[in-house]
């Protein structure tokens, strides 16, 4: 194992801050207000690029000709500081890995340093990989997830990946990464262990290393 890749929202913080509920309301804005969108037609509008595209961003970028990072800035125009706070149970989780670590997360470098700034970990990780890594091209999509490997000249084998989302594991799986699932979301067979928090991620991987490999959801 030689890197450790962390998805950013709802996986470092739980869903219960509700940091994505302010995010949340500058996206609908932003298509309303900006682009021009009918306000009884964005909620469905979402749903639709959120399935076609696995992110509203690209749907209005092939659809509406939005620039993207107009969008960026303005969706991530909140006060993270009001949801998030330094968490030392995270940070000492989080030194206690050997292995490098990494942010591969479909928000922006901005916002992903506000997020990290407000929780105190900034200068535990290498790199980010925000959602220009690869021309816009959002998890769960592969070329991002090739465009971090080339950049960190590893391959899925060697690489760790801690999400929250389940859709987002199926590729990193399928490139050969192990996968890990933060969160009481359904697992799917390519997920190969699932925590509640990310603060017990050093345990979970002191238990592999102890028995050599990777250990099956569903084990405990």
């Keep these: 194992m030689e890197c450790i890749l962390f998805d950013l929202d709802n996986t470092l913080y739980p869903p219960r801050c509700n940091l994505f509920g302010l995010i949340d309301k500058r996206i609908n804005s ?29 749907g209005l970028m092939r659809h509406h000709h939005v620039d993207p990072e107009d969008y960026l800035h303005y969706v991530h125009d909140v006060d993270v500081a009001s949801r998030l706070q330094a968490e030392p149970e995270l940070r000492q989780a989080l030194v ?6 990494v942010i591969f ?13 407000a929780l105190g ?13 690869a021309d816009y091209m959002p998890k769960p ?7 971090v490997l080339e950049h960190l000249g590893l391959t899925g084998s060697q690489c760790v990946m801690v999400e929250d989302s389940v859709a987002n594991l ?13 969160g009481n979301a359904a697992v799917e067979p390519f997920v190969d262990r699932q925590l509640a928090e990310v603060v017990q991620l050093p345990e979970v991987l002191a238990n592999w290393a102890a028995i ?7 084990g405990e």
């Excluded at 050599?212 to 569903?218: E, F, I, K, P, R």
């Design 96 to 101: 206690s890995l050997a292995q490098p670590k």
């Design 141 to 147: 999509y592969v070329q991002p997830y090739h465009r």
């Design 170 to 182: 199926k590729p990193a799986k399928a490139l050969g990464m192990t996968t890990i699932l933060v």
């Design 121 to 133: 970990i900034a200068d535990l990780f290498d790199q980010v990989f925000d959602i220009r890594v």
């Design 30 to 58: 932003y298509m309303h207000e900006v682009v021009g969108i009918p306000l009884d037609e964005v909620d469905t509008l979402r749903r639709r690029y959120w399935q076609d595209y696995g992110v509203t961003m690209q």
């Design 212 to 218: 050599g490999g990777c250990a099956t959801v569903g």
């Design 105 to 117: 997360t479909n928000s922006s470098r901005a916002h992903t340093d506000r997020v990290l700034g």
